[in-house]
């Protein structure tokens, strides 16, 4: 599989990534119960399908999926073990409740307990997971969350340092304290807002862009049907919250699905490859994380690296997204 140079950071990743976003199951922005066997199974599906690196975080399951990330690889030869990245800045107490913290004891908290769930000595790419929670909130502790995260990689816990869900402007009051290895944000068909200025900077800067969603949480893997919505688990936080599941949206999602389907049916591709390799095209874009339930789903996506769609692909997809849904978020105004 190809590899592409991450940033600085020296790393270089496959064009797909496993998310575990969902292998947290049942919790804070869950996505329903999940059997940790298949979880297991899914990441290992992944490493022996090629996919050189996973994205994980402590939030996802409080903890839960970091640990199915460690059983996955233990055992694993070091010449076959994937590249982790993990986050930092979203937390919880004894009750499960989450909040949003960016103070450098806190971050030093987290990395350990990271390291002691992922059983590993560094960090490979830490990430400040969000700059403010709520989004949108005023965000007065990056710098000062970046000086502690450069700290805590001068002292051997972390190799690179990424954000997620940084704007341009976040970025450029941080950049000058410590080099950005990477960006983490949301990006498919139909979630456009880093195109205009986000993806321009990265580029100019050399930071490495990693995005998430590029399937809007399934909706766009193909396998996605009015019924299967129905059924989805009531703590599933797409049925809940994500606009992209609801009317008027769902419907318009759908028929862009079709064309997608027709698309895919001409390069004799999955649904889902052709709309992780619409976001692979751009040229800012380093590697798209592409979650996984269980083994048969990783087939589904992983040769999307080798894809190319072609101009006329392109304006057929372009034709095929209505102005009010190219500008799609995740959860209730903004992405999670």
């Known amino acids: 599989m190809e590899r ?32 940790d066997g298949e ?17 994980t975080a402590p939030i996802y ?27 930092v800045g979203l937390v919880w107490d004894d009750a499960l409740r989450a909040s949003h913290c960016l103070k450098p004891d806190s971050i030093r908290r987290e990395v350990e307990a990271s390291l002691q769930r992922l059983r590993a000595e ?7 997971h969000w700059p403010s929670f709520p989004p949108g909130a005023p965000a007065p502790d990056l710098e000062e969350a970046w000086a502690a995260l450069a700290g805590l990689k001068q002292a051997g816990l972390v190799r690179h ?9 976040q970025m450029e009051r941080i950049r000058g304290i410590a080099p950005i290895a990477s960006l983490q944000p949301p ?40 019924e ?6 009531e703590r ?28 895919a049916a001409r390069h004799r591709r999955s649904v889902a490859e052709v709309a992780i390799a619409w976001t692979l095209r751009h040229p800012a874009v380093t590697g798209a994380i592409v979650g996984a339930r269980r083994p048969s789903q990783v087939d589904g996506f992983a040769g999307a690296w080798s894809l190319s769609l072609l101009d006329d692909d392109i304006r057929q997809i372009e034709a095929a997204l209505p102005p009010s849904l190219v500008m799609m978020e995740l959860v209730a105004g903004k992405s999670h």
């Open 4 to 35: 592409r140079l991450l940033g600085d950071s020296g790393f270089r990743i496959t064009p797909v990534g496993l998310g575990t976003w969902a292998m947290g199951g049942d919790g804070s922005f869950g996505w329903g119960p999940q059997d």
């Open 39 to 55: 979880s297991i199974a899914a990441i290992r599906k992944a490493v022996t399908t090629g996919i050189n690196w996973i994205d």
């Open 61 to 87: 399951g409080f903890g839960h999926a970091e640990t199915i990330v460690a059983r996955a690889l233990d055992g694993m030869a070091a010449a076959d073990r994937p590249l982790v990245f993990t986050k």
């Open 122 to 128: 560094a960090l490979d790419l830490c990430q400040i």
């Open 161 to 169: 340092m990424g954000v997620s869900n940084f704007d341009a402007a």
């Open 187 to 226: 990006y498919s068909l139909l979630m456009r807002q880093i195109e205009d200025r986000i993806l321009p900077y990265c580029r100019q800067h050399g930071i490495g862009v990693i995005v998430y969603a590029p399937l809007h949480n399934g909706l766009l893997s193909g396998r996605m049907s009015r």
């Open 228 to 233: 299967r919505i129905a059924a989805l688990a």
């Open 236 to 263: 599933d936080w797409r049925r809940r919250v994500n606009p992209a599941f609801r009317e008027p949206h769902l419907s318009r999602s759908l028929e862009l699905v079709e064309t997608l389907r027709a698309i």
